[in-house]
């Protein structure tokens, strides 16, 4: 009977020390890990997703689509509720096509409730794996960016990251309109991973769709004669600008060689740039409208007033001559833009005096951003009157010892093909639930220079170094440029030029100005051979496409 006593109060006495052991657990648990435990849980159960906005639609004029949303699937996983980790490695990346191997260690890895094993998958592949029922893999709804129109206004349209975020072009530049506000749901699931239910949810704000001016016919037609142009003559890069002379909508904006927005990681940054913006040249002669608009805008001259030029010219330390040899002739102010004579657009500039060029080229837009919603612009290289040297006024009249854009120079000339209104360019026609922008506008020179200035670049055309910029059936206005480029150490190249072309057609009510650039052309340098016949062809299809009807004989361009 001791003994039964004995044994029942051990039985109690452990009991007792069970319980007060588990009492103790009990407190321990509640008191310290309570809230690592309460985390554990939530984090098995429950969890919040962002739900991606959907980002703007960029259309051309036409309503083609340039950059798009595509339906894609990111594929993620709470290692937590993976069973079996080498399993389910297998399958997503026998399914993905992904490599089990790296898949792995994400799927062991159970100090994280979440990783992603694939970013906007293949939606098909994606909804295969999930008829598998893997406990722990989770899938949500993303976009892919996409450019369906590929390498064709890959440098306007630029291209948006794996967040889609832009990084470049318009799409870093209109990021916000295009990218709206993301959402977001925190879902509670069983033990299993099933979903239950949805206890909140934020809604989502899509980003708005854009409406550029670009037209995806032209911009593809440009591109293609650029490519040619390069590979007829050589050189580093091609850029050409189609702007509508009326509104400054940009038609065409193109850059070779160019990319394929879809594969952007494979392009190097220099080939992503959009020079057309970015990159400076020292324009040459395509600049001596400046000097001869100053001079009749002030009175000074008038296009029949007459020189008598020497074949050169001394400027301080300098000796300017012309680029053909010739005797001393009389020209007359017309002469002198059409035969683009160095001497008689110095001798125009000494006139003018060095503040009032400085001024001239000031009201052209030079040395400041012309606006453009395009990210990156950049303002050019103008010397300040007070810091010109003696030879400076040999120079600048001339296009050397300046930095322009190509964007600058367009609008400077659709200044003047437009009546002497300077309309600042654009790539925007309107962003959806707004209406489109008014033009922004400023008078340069008078309708009366503007005509005069027409007069004397159509003579360019006809008579002088752009003839081979003629396009059949309509008078054409421009100027060619050939400019050395300028040596790091000091002065200028010998074996490097950037060869141009800018004008405006049809010259009696100008519908498009149009410039070509090409960088250091190989097989020879000059504008009116190299750029002047691109120039011909993208104008020529830009016409007709259009439909803007003929105003000259289709045989050769005269006065009329």
Known sequence: ??????????????????????????????????????????????ETLTVPAHRGTI??????????????????????QIVNARDAAIAVGHTLGLDPGKLYPLLTDRSRGFVYLERKADPDLAKELQRKEIVGLGFYPEERRAYP????????????GTDNRGLTGLELGLNEVLSGK?????????PFGRRLETIASVPVRDGRDVYLTIDHTIQGQVERVLRETLGEWGGKAATAVVMDARTGGILALGVEPGFDANVVPQVSRDRVRNRAVTDTYEPGSTFKVVTLAGVLEEGLVTPRTTYTLPYEIQIADRVIHDATPRETETMTVSDILTRSSNVGVITLASELRKENLARWTERFGFGRPTGVDYPGETNGIVIPPEDWSGSTIGNVPLGQGIAVTPMQMVAAYGAIANGGTWLRPHLVERVEGDQAKKPVTRRVIEKRTARQLT????????????????????????????AAKAEPSGGYSKSRYLASFVGFAPATDPRIVVLVTVDEPKRTIWGGTVA????????????????????APATTETDG
């Open 1 to 46: 009977m001791r003994q039964a006593n004995r044994r029942i109060r051990l039985i109690v006495a452990v009991f007792a020390l069970v319980f007060a052991a588990a009492i103790v657990r009990v407190a321990w648990l509640q008191a310290v890990k309570a809230q690592a435990l309460d985390d554990l849980a939530t984090s098995q159960h429950r």
């Open 59 to 80: 259309f051309d004029r036409t309503g083609v689509q340039l950059a798009v949303g595509e339906r894609a699937t990111t594929v993620y996983a709470n290692p937590r």
């Open 149 to 160: 129109q590929r390498d064709v206004a890959a440098e306007v349209v630029g291209f948006a």
């Open 182 to 190: 993301d959402g977001s749901k925190t879902i509670v699931r069983d």
């Open 455 to 482: 007069r004397m670049l159509r003579g360019v055309v006809r008579e002088g170094s752009g003839a081979a910029a003629q396009v059949s059936g309509y008078h054409v206005a421009g100027k060619t440029g050939t």
């Open 532 to 551: 002047a016949p691109a120039f011909a062809e993208i104008a020529g299809f830009a016409l007709q496409y259009l439909e803007v009807p003929p105003d």
